[in-house]
C-alpha cells in the first residue's frame, strides 16, 4: 500500500516538474510551445477548474469522496487487508490522537474504551478517513469512524462491531445487570448517541468552527476544504435528523436535559448503572469525554463540570481506570513535535 503511494507521489512529482518548465515557457516565450504542450496546459487547466468547481458546488457525495481523497493521500493510512494481519487481532481504524483526546470521534472513544473494559487486545491504524480499504468501502462498512478489520474483514458502526465483538470473544459487560437495567442501558445509550451527540456537532462544527484548526491539528490547506465542504454536509445532516430545524436555544435547552438526565441517574454511584462499568459506560463515555477535553469554552462544558460536576467526576474515573496511557498518547500529537 505505502509503496504505490511512494510510486504515486514519484509520479505525480515529476508531472508537477513538467508542467512548472510548461508554465514557465507560457509565460516566457509561448511561441515555443508545441501543439502538444499547449493542449496539456489546457487539459491540466480545465482538471483544475473542475475540480474546484465540484468541490464547492458539486453534489454532496462527490465532495465526501474528494475529502477522502485528499486526506488519504496525506495522511500516513495503511491497511491490513491482505496484508499480513493477525487472526483474531481487531485492528481499529481512525483518525490519529490530537492533543485534546486520544480520538476526536465520540464512537471511536466508545469503541476503544468498550476494548479496553473488555480486555481486547486491539491495535489503532490511524487514517485520516472514513473511506476503508476496497473490500470495507463495498461491503459492511458505510462510511462511519470508527471501523475495524478482523481477520481480514472490515467492519463500520460502533453498535455493531460491539455487538460482534461480544460475540466472537465471548464477552458481556452486562452480565450483572437484569432485563430492566439492561432496558434502561440501552435507552441512555440511545439518548447520548442519536441526541446528545448532536449537541457537540453543532458547538464543535457550527458554533465553534474557529477553533477547529487547532482541535484537529490538520494544515490550514485541508481545513479550508473542510470548512467550505464539511459545514454545509454537517447542516444538511442535521436537517435530516430533525435537530438541525430547531434555534441554537432549543437544541441548548435539549442537551441541558440531556446532560441533566444522565447526571441525575449516575448520582453518587461510581458508574451508570452501579459499582462496576457496563456497556453503556463506554457510550456514554465516549460522547462526555469529547465535551470535557475538546469543547472547553463552551455550554455544553460548563453544564458538565460546572452544572452537573458528578459528570466531570464519572469521566476521569473511567478515564484513570482505562486510559493510563492517555497523556503519552495525546502527547504524540503534531503539536508537540
Ligand atoms: C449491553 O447493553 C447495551 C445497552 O447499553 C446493549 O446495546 C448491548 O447490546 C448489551 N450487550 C450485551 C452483550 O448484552
Same mark, same amino acid.
Given at each position: 500500500?505505502?509503496? $504505490?503511494?511512494?510510486?504515486?507521489?514519484?509520479?505525480?512529482?515529476?508531472?508537477?516538474?513538467?508542467?512548472?518548465?510548461?508554465?514557465?515557457?507560457?509565460?516566457?516565450?509561448?511561441?515555443?510551445?508545441?501543439?502538444?504542450?499547449?493542449?496539456?496546459?489546457?487539459? %491540466?487547466?480545465?482538471?483544475?477548474?473542475?475540480?474546484?468547481?465540484?468541490?464547492?458546488?458539486?453534489?454532496?457525495?462527490?465532495?465526501?469522496? #474528494?475529502?477522502?481523497?485528499?486526506? =488519504?493521500? #496525506?495522511?500516513?493510512?495503511?491497511?491490513?487487508?491482505?496484508?499480513?494481519?493477525?487472526?483474531?487481532?481487531?485492528?481499529?481504524?481512525?483518525?490519529?490522537? %490530537?492533543?485534546?483526546?486520544?480520538?476526536?470521534?465520540?464512537?471511536?472513544?466508545?469503541?476503544?474504551?468498550?476494548?479496553?473494559?473488555?480486555?481486547?487486545?486491539?491495535?489503532?491504524?490511524?487514517?485520516?478517513?472514513?473511506?476503508?480499504?476496497?473490500?470495507?468501502?463495498?461491503?459492511?462498512?458505510?462510511?462511519?469512524?470508527?471501523?475495524?478489520?478482523?481477520?481480514?474483514?472490515?467492519?463500520?458502526?460502533?453498535?455493531?462491531?460491539?455487538?460482534?465483538? /461480544?460475540?466472537?470473544?465471548?464477552?458481556?459487560?452486562?452480565?450483572?445487570?437484569?432485563?430492566?437495567?439492561?432496558?434502561?442501558? =440501552?435507552?441512555?445509550?440511545?439518548?447520548?448517541?442519536?441526541?446528545?451527540?448532536?449537541?457537540?456537532?453543532?458547538? =464543535?462544527?457550527?458554533?465553534?468552527?474557529?477553533?477547529?484548526?487547532?482541535? #484537529?491539528?490538520?494544515?490550514?490547506?485541508?481545513? #479550508?476544504?473542510?470548512?467550505?465542504?464539511?459545514?454545509?454536509?454537517?447542516?444538511?445532516?442535521?436537517?435530516?435528523?430533525?435537530?438541525?430545524?430547531?434555534?441554537?436555544?432549543?437544541?441548548?435547552?435539549?442537551?441541558?436535559?440531556?446532560?441533566?438526565?444522565?447526571?441525575?441517574?449516575?448520582?453518587?454511584?461510581?458508574?451508570?448503572?452501579?459499582?462496576?462499568?457496563?456497556?453503556?459506560?463506554?457510550?456514554?463515555?465516549?460522547?462526555?469525554?469529547?465535551?470535557?477535553?475538546?469543547?472547553?469554552?463552551?455550554?455544553?462544558? =460548563?453544564?458538565?463540570?460546572?452544572?452537573?460536576? /458528578?459528570?466531570?467526576?464519572?469521566?476521569?474515573?473511567?478515564?484513570?481506570?482505562?486510559?493510563?496511557?492517555?497523556?503519552?498518547?495525546?502527547?504524540? $500529537?503534531?503539536?508537540?513535535?
Amino acid at each position: 500500500m505505502s509503496g $504505490s503511494l511512494g510510486d504515486v507521489q514519484g509520479s505525480l512529482a515529476a508531472l508537477y516538474e513538467n508542467l512548472q518548465t510548461l508554465v514557465l515557457l507560457l509565460f516566457t516565450d509561448p511561441t515555443q510551445l508545441s501543439y502538444g504542450q499547449a493542449f496539456v496546459l489546457v487539459g %491540466v487547466s480545465v482538471l483544475l477548474v473542475a475540480t474546484v468547481v465540484w468541490t464547492f458546488f458539486g453534489r454532496q457525495n462527490g465532495t465526501m469522496v #474528494f475529502i477522502n481523497a485528499v486526506l =488519504r493521500t #496525506f495522511g500516513t493510512g495503511q491497511t491490513k487487508t491482505g496484508a499480513g494481519f493477525t487472526p483474531g487481532k481487531v485492528y481499529v481504524y481512525g483518525p490519529p490522537s %490530537v492533543k485534546a483526546i486520544p480520538s476526536l470521534f465520540p464512537f471511536s472513544m466508545k469503541l476503544e474504551t468498550y476494548l479496553r473494559m473488555a480486555d481486547i487486545p486491539y491495535q489503532p491504524v490511524h487514517v485520516w478517513s472514513t473511506q476503508g480499504p476496497k473490500v470495507c468501502a463495498y461491503t459492511s462498512c458505510n462510511g462511519k469512524i470508527p471501523w475495524i478489520e478482523y481477520n481480514g474483514e472490515a467492519m463500520g458502526d460502533s453498535g455493531l462491531i460491539l455487538e460482534f465483538l /461480544n460475540k466472537e470473544k465471548d464477552v458481556d459487560l452486562n452480565q450483572s445487570l437484569s432485563e430492566a437495567d439492561k432496558a434502561v442501558s =440501552r435507552a441512555f445509550t440511545k439518548m447520548v448517541e442519536e441526541s446528545t451527540y448532536w449537541g457537540l456537532v453543532q458547538s =464543535r462544527y457550527m458554533d465553534n468552527y474557529g477553533k477547529l484548526h487547532d482541535l #484537529f491539528e490538520l494544515p490550514w490547506t485541508v481545513m #479550508f476544504l473542510v470548512r467550505s465542504v464539511g459545514q454545509r454536509e454537517i447542516r444538511q445532516m442535521m436537517r435530516g435528523h430533525g435537530i438541525g430545524r430547531h434555534s441554537k436555544e432549543e437544541i441548548e435547552g435539549i442537551m441541558e436535559k440531556d446532560l441533566k438526565a444522565i447526571s441525575s441517574f449516575l448520582g453518587a454511584k461510581p458508574y451508570l448503572m452501579g459499582d462496576e462499568p457496563t456497556e453503556v459506560d463506554a457510550a456514554v463515555f465516549g460522547q462526555l469525554s469529547e465535551i470535557v477535553w475538546t469543547a472547553p469554552d463552551s455550554y455544553l462544558h =460548563r453544564i458538565v463540570t460546572v452544572d452537573y460536576p /458528578n459528570l466531570l467526576v464519572y469521566c476521569n474515573r473511567i478515564k484513570d481506570r482505562y486510559w493510563s496511557d492517555w497523556d503519552q498518547l495525546t502527547k504524540k $500529537s503534531k503539536k508537540d513535535k
